[in-house]
């Protein structure tokens, strides 16, 4: 195992949260202390109640009934998540203190102070009340990353509507399942979005997704595309009829166009607090194992994690008032002169419908009141430059993505980072989304860490709101006393894992039985003491919350987090990828994730996706799909499949050696760059391929269907 000091990190008396250490009462106590992060209207009178599945009775086939389990934070409590992201920093003087640094695709800017979004948070509250929105209605907002986005999602929580984001890019089938599923009132779209430099009609999406039977009311309008740049605009001139908007489909009657709406509310707005469990959104999982499963999060408890893991992993520079406090888009080229940049600017790279950008790029930065960029466009528009770039023109300190991206930036900069960037403000890098590959935690943290700044591998999901099991720079504050054990102080990263579960929360590695298994054994990761962002329930469907989480351990009181995974000699986790995605030969339980993280080593590969084939003898055999680099293309199909079996023999042992290794152009992979290995077998087994909503490269499917119909 590599340990990789971290010099300029390491603090002896750094925390390591011991989970045996934690009582049920000291976990209650410390996220009450950590509520206090924010700013209730009302006090709670419960800290935490949780009520366990129990047995009801007995099916037919005389196996046991649970009942659904029900967790609440912070009962009696009331609060406004819009007043705490938002206006409590207006009221505390930082009003001029820069929220949102917006870039476009096409390279327009624009920059919204905390006053600036207090103003388009309660313009756009007016605006959702005035068509008839009320506390507890769904929004589902299919929009692109734009700041209209973050404004919608925040006016959604200021009036207490439950707001379900749509990946921009899902198709109108996918749109359709969320808008019927969640039998949301309203729907947000755009007239248009920009990809990869090429104007794409959604309009017409959003239309489809409503043609069926569902409870819209009102389609609202974003004006992104049929309009030149914004900032070509004067600001009076905004609200002008353009000759493109005519060619957008409209519904009269339903259809609103947002400036229209907006243009005459008032900028203020009294926000209301709400009890502590008032829903706050609906988030479908990303749909790698299958139909996308709506969770919903609660006010209080998300709000309370989101804030403390934030600041926890992101190791937040104390507030310097002016650093970015009076900078407009014409100045921005001032922004990385180190000697102004000394607080905290995060950027998490991930859409915004995507959970990780839920807790890191809209709740958790705002409520810490910190500057944050929000990115349109895709990383390699016009090149994958582009990345580099944003980090330098905004002075980024945070760079939080995911593991897919960073091997696609491997690929594209084989002989590293050109030294054309000043990267020099970046303090910290993390990731998230699958396991990281040692390779690309590596790479990322050499070429754009200088290899030296903390790197966090965040675990966690959907259904856990915020982060659970993550490395943390170091920071006393966030030790509280008695919790933890400073013998094991946390000096050291390691590539690849997620080290330890964050304090109040805590994680085993157990086996079918509720077993311990070990180190260094492969086994469940289990959730036995969860977070107040836990989600409380499956939307329309708290059978499947029970089945799909609580049926294996529940009774105990613990969570089924659905992943593999495995401590080391010094108690550290490491994520295996899915249960589902184990590959079982005779016997062995081999890691999709290892396996692929050792092809990805070897120069010729890119990119990799190990799977499980059925095999009569062994149970499963290893089938890979690689993505070769450009150099190894000329290889012959048996050269690259008997030089990668011998790889993966020596790096992992032969029986992990791949039975099969397939160059293919392309993964497929969900929305959020997580390779569908489900699919993968199924095509190779000639099967009928399973939901094929979530994905974002359903052409990927198509290419590989081509290379396995040609193998004969
Ligand atoms: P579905 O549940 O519908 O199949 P999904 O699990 O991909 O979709 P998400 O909630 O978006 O939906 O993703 C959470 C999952 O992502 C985790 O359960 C885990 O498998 C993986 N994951 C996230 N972060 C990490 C990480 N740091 N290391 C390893 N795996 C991770
Ligand atoms: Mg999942």
Same mark, same amino acid.
């Given at each position: 195992m590599e340990l990789i000091e971290i010099t300029s990190y390491s603090d002896p008396h750094s925390p390591t949260p011991n989970p045996a250490l934690i009582s049920d009462d000291a976990r209650e106590e410390f996220w009450a202390e950590q509520a206090t992060r924010l700013d209730w209207a009302e006090p709670w009178h419960t800290t935490h109640r949780f009520a366990?599945?129990?047995?009801?009775?007995?099916?037919?086939?005389?196996?046991?009934i649970l009942s659904v389990p029900e967790i609440a934070w912070f009962e009696g409590g009331k609060l406004n998540v819009s007043y705490n992201c938002v206006d409590r920093h207006v009221e505390a003087g930082r009003g001029h203190h820069v929220a949102l640094y917006f870039e476009g695709e096409p390279g327009d800017r624009l920059v919204y102070t905390y006053a600036d979004l207090q103003r388009e948070v309660s313009k756009a509250a007016n605006a959702l009340?005035?068509?008839?929105?009320?506390?507890?209605?769904?929004?589902?907002? #299919?929009?692109?990353?734009?700041?209209?986005?973050?404004?919608?999602?925040? *006016?959604?929580?200021?009036?207490?509507?439950?707001? %379900?984001?749509?990946?921009?890019?899902?198709? *109108?089938?996918?749109?359709?399942?969320?808008?019927e599923d969640t039998g949301a009132k309203v729907l947000v779209t755009t007239d248009g979005q920009n990809r990869r430099g090429v104007v794409v009609p959604v309009k017409t999406n959003a239309d489809q997704a409503c043609s069926g039977t569902n409870d819209i009311e009102h389609v609202i309008v974003v004006r992104r595309t049929s309009r030149p740049g914004r900032m070509d605009l004067p600001r009076g001139t905004r609200g002008l009829r353009s000759k493109e908007e005519d060619t957008v489909p409209w519904t009269r009657g339903r259809d609103v166009w947002w400036h229209e709406l907006t243009a005459d509310v008032p900028d203020v707005h009294v926000p209301e607090a709400f009890d502590a469990e008032t829903p706050l959104f609906i988030i479908y999982t990303s749909g790698t194992t299958g139909k996308p499963k709506g969770l919903v999060h609660t006010t209080g408890g998300y709000l309370v994690q989101t804030a403390y893991t934030h600041a926890l992993m992101f190791d937040l520079l104390p507030d310097v008032p002016d650093a970015h406090g009076v900078l407009r888009p014409d100045e921005l080229s001032a922004v990385n002169d180190p000697a102004k940049v000394d607080s905290?600017?995060? &950027?998490?790279?991930?859409?915004?419908? &995507?959970?990780?950008?839920?807790? #890191?790029?809209?709740?958790?930065?705002?409520?810490?009141?910190? %500057?944050?960029?929000?990115?349109?466009?895709?990383?390699?528009?016009?090149d994958y430059g582009r990345h580099f770039e944003v980090i330098e023109r905004y002075g980024v300190t945070n760079y939080y993505t995911a593991p897919t991206l960073i091997r696609s930036l491997m690929g594209a900069f084989p002989k590293g980072l050109p030294q054309v960037y000043n990267l020099s403000s970046i303090r910290l890098l993390g990731s998230v989304g699958e396991s990281i590959n040692p390779e690309a935690w590596r790479w990322l943290r050499a070429q754009v860490g200088r290899d030296e700044v903390p790197f966090v591998d965040t675990w966690w999901q959907s259904e856990t709101g915020s982060c659970v099991a993550s490395p943390r720079p170091h920071d006393p504050q966030f030790a509280p006393p008695g919790t933890f054990d400073d013998a094991a102080a946390h000096t050291s990263l390691k590539p690849g894992s997620a080290t330890r579960a964050v304090p109040g929360i805590s994680v085993r590695v157990l086996d079918e039985s509720g077993e311990e298994v070990g180190p260094n054994l492969q086994g469940y990761a289990v959730i036995d003491k969860t977070g107040p962002s836990m989600a409380r329930?499956? &939307?329309?469907?708290?059978?499947?919350?029970?089945?799909?989480? &609580?049926?294996?351990?529940?009774?105990?009181?613990?969570?089924?987090?659905?992943?593999?995974?495995?401590?080391?000699?010094?108690?550290?986790?490491?994520?295996?990828?899915?249960?589902?995605?184990?590959?079982?030969?005779? /016997?062995?339980?081999?890691?999709?994730?290892?396996?692929?993280?050792?092809?990805?080593?070897?120069?010729?590969?890119?990119?990799? /996706?190990?799977?499980?084939?059925?095999?009569?003898?062994?149970?499963?055999?290893?089938?890979?799909?690689?993505?070769?680099?450009?150099? *190894?293309?000329?290889?012959?199909?048996?050269?690259?499949?008997?030089?990668?079996? *011998?790889?993966?023999?020596?790096?992992?042992?032969?029986?992990?050696?791949?039975?099969?290794?397939?160059?293919?152009?392309?993964l497929p992979k969900t929305r959020s760059g997580k390779i569908t290995r489900r699919l993968l077998t199924q095509l190779y087994e000639g099967q009928s391929l399973g939901d094929r909503s979530s994905l974002q490269n359903e052409e990927a499917l198509d290419a590989i269907a081509e290379v396995l119909a040609a193998r004969g």
């Open positions: 366990k599945p129990q047995k009801i009775g007995a099916d037919e086939d005389g196996n046991d009340l005035k068509l008839g929105v009320e506390k507890g209605d769904r929004v589902v907002i #299919y929009l692109p990353v734009i700041p209209e986005t973050v404004i919608i999602t925040l *006016a959604c929580a200021r009036i207490g509507a439950i707001h %379900s984001l749509v990946f921009g890019g899902f198709s *109108a089938e996918a749109l359709r399942f969320r808008v905290t600017v995060h &950027w998490c790279t991930a859409d915004l419908a &995507w959970v990780t950008a839920h807790t #890191y790029e809209i709740y958790g930065p705002l409520v810490n009141g910190v %500057s944050e960029v929000i990115y349109e466009g895709t990383p390699n528009t016009p329930t499956v &939307w329309g469907d708290p059978q499947r919350y029970l089945s799909s989480y &609580w049926a294996a351990y529940g009774e105990r009181g613990w969570f089924l987090a659905g992943d593999g995974a495995r401590t080391d000699d010094e108690g550290d986790l490491y994520i295996l990828g899915r249960v589902d995605d184990v590959i079982n030969v005779s /016997g062995h339980r081999l890691s999709t994730i290892e396996i692929e993280s050792a092809l990805v080593t070897h120069p010729h590969v890119v990119e990799a /996706g190990a799977t499980p084939i059925r095999d009569a003898v062994t149970g499963h055999a290893v089938l890979a799909y690689v993505v070769l680099t450009a150099q *190894a293309q000329s290889l012959s199909a048996d050269e690259v499949r008997e030089e990668l079996r *011998a790889h993966v023999a020596q790096e992992i042992g032969p029986i992990a050696k791949p039975r099969e290794v397939i160059a293919v152009p392309d």
